[in-house]
């Protein structure tokens, strides 16, 4: 309604805002955050950025989200071969990992929470493991950032990739990517964008030049395009604030005591429970099954009309409560479950 109200200053300033939150939220500096429009983004720009060898190594999990496989693949044109870990349990323990490196893997990329059976990583043994092999280690915390505690100063982790439309109630089309400091200094990436080194004041002094980014890459060389997403960006800054000023782990307690009451509720003679329930690797995803599959549709569409919201995935019912739901909405789910 008022375009000319997107003064300098508002331009610099949602950014800069959006970065601090996401800092505050993994423990992180808002100078290693490079802002995004998906988890896709931040992938994209390890493959295309990273410095490659012929006769490098990429290992990948086998079934994991489509955004951790597809960034890599064109690499083969390069010389770069991909390999997968193909986990007896969804995601791979430390020495599935371990027995599939080799002395030409440079990077893995595996996603945290799996988001087709709610299977938690062990990252932190992982991180080691990539580590002791000097193997860079890329995580997609789609499903764990908002509802896990993420401090990546303590993990052995060198990027962190993130959408901002999941748990952390942000709008579709957001994302972010965390870099260690080193790996951000060694990309080779052909971007810049104007508005990293130019303000749109810039554009009103005569002959002003255009210039490359003086000196090494930094975070803000490589966030997407139209940075300042003011209908994106700023709900999303303020959506990350909110649960940062709730407690990630008032959150976590909540969203938990929710997950119990589904997994309390449910009536076993009916249905199996496919994630884990227990201890660190239960997540906030949830996968059941009715104990004859192929009523699991039928199920999900009937949920669907009644007002649930849920996933239907690879066959599977997947629920995914969070701050916004309460045990009443767990309860009307469990009744229309208990009586399908
Ligand atoms: C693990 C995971 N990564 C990424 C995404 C989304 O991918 P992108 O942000 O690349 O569209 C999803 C789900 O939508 C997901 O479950």
Not at 305 to 322: D, N
Request: hydrophobic content about 40%; some cysteine.
């Amino acid at each position: 309604m008022a375009p000319h109200e997107l003064t300098t200053e508002r331009f610099s300033q949602l950014p800069i805002r959006l970065k601090k939150a996401l800092a505050q939220l993994i423990h992180a500096s808002p100078a290693d955050i490079v802002l995004a429009n998906s988890a896709s983004y931040g992938l994209h720009l390890l493959a295309n950025g990273f410095p490659w060898r012929s006769g490098d190594e990429i290992l990948l999990v086998q079934g994991d989200f489509p955004s951790d496989i597809l960034p890599w693949l064109a690499l083969e044109k390069r010389g770069v071969s991909i390999r997968y870990v193909n986990p007896a349990d969804y995601l791979p323990s430390p020495e599935e990992l371990e027995a599939h490196l080799t002395s030409s893997t440079r990077l893995f990329c595996t996603t945290w929470v799996h988001s087709f059976s709610g299977k938690t990583a062990d990252i932190k043994a992982l991180g080691e493991i990539c580590r002791a092999h000097g193997v860079t280690f890329v995580v997609n915390g789609a499903q764990a950032l908002g509802n896990r505690m993420v401090d990546v100063s303590q993990m052995a982790v060198d990027a962190l990739v993130g959408v901002g439309f999941k748990y952390l109630c942000g709008p579709y089309g957001t994302g972010f990517c965390w870099l260690r400091p080193q790996l951000l200094a060694s990309l080779e990436y052909n971007q810049a964008y104007w508005l990293s080194t130019q303000t749109s004041d810039d554009l009103g002094r005569a002959g002003a030049d255009v210039f490359l980014p003086l000196g090494p890459p930094t975070s803000q060389t490589y966030d997407v395009f139209g940075t300042a997403n003011f209908f994106n960006f700023k709900p999303w800054a303020a959506a990350i604030e909110y649960l940062l000023r709730q407690g990630i782990e008032e959150i976590i307690a909540y969203d938990q005591k929710l997950i119990s009451c589904l997994i309390g509720g449910l009536d076993r003679k009916k249905y199996k429970i496919l994630s884990q329930t227990e201890g660190s690797e239960r997540s906030n995803l949830i996968f059941i099954s009715h104990h004859d599959p192929a009523r699991n549709e039928g199920i999900y569409n009937l949920l669907r009309k009644s007002g649930i919201g849920l996933a239907y995935r690879r066959g599977k019912l997947r629920f995914s409560p969070h701050l916004y739901n309460t045990t009443d909405d767990i309860n009307k789910a469990l009744t229309i479950l208990n009586a399908a």
